[in-house]
């Protein structure tokens, strides 16, 4: 069974800085991209950061510049450090996770995995 732990939201200044962490375990394929989402209340879900078993990363455009993604060797824990904080930035993180690979028997399994959320409030 596959889980998500994340961890590292708080209550932070204008301009202060977080870094985010989610360890998957329980992975039995490839892990081929690992992001980090969040969702301010009234508001989608928005996709922040993402980065590929190939190490490409992509950014929402209003974090570019302000947030790094990156992930262990292992490429099992995803981080985000969030510099340059900011009160548009208050949401709820949500790591998701995607797994796929070739069954023994010739089948595609690809599935995602959501954390369960840490809440990263700017305020002042």
């Known amino acids: 069974q596959v889980s998500l732990v994340e961890s590292g939201g708080d209550l932070v200044q204008p301009g202060g800085s977080l870094r985010l962490s989610c360890a998957a375990s329980?992975?039995?394929?490839?892990?081929?991209?690992m992001g980090w989402y969040r969702q301010a209340p009234g508001k989608q879900r928005e996709l922040v950061a993402a980065?590929?078993?190939?190490?490409?990363?992509n950014y929402l455009d209003s974090v570019k510049g302000r947030f790094t993604i990156s992930r262990d060797n292992a490429k099992t824990t995803v981080y985000l450090q969030m510099n340059n904080l900011k009160l548009e930035d208050t949401a709820v993180y949500y790591c998701?996770?995607?797994?796929?690979?070739?069954?023994?028997?010739?089948?595609?399994?690809?599935?995602?995995?959501w954390g369960q959320g840490t809440q990263v409030t700017v305020s002042s």
């Open positions: 980065i590929t078993s190939d190490s490409t990363t």
């Open positions: 998701n996770v995607n797994e796929s690979g070739w069954t023994k028997n010739g089948k595609y399994f690809g599935e995602d995995y």
């Open positions: 329980g992975i039995i394929f490839e892990i081929v991209g």
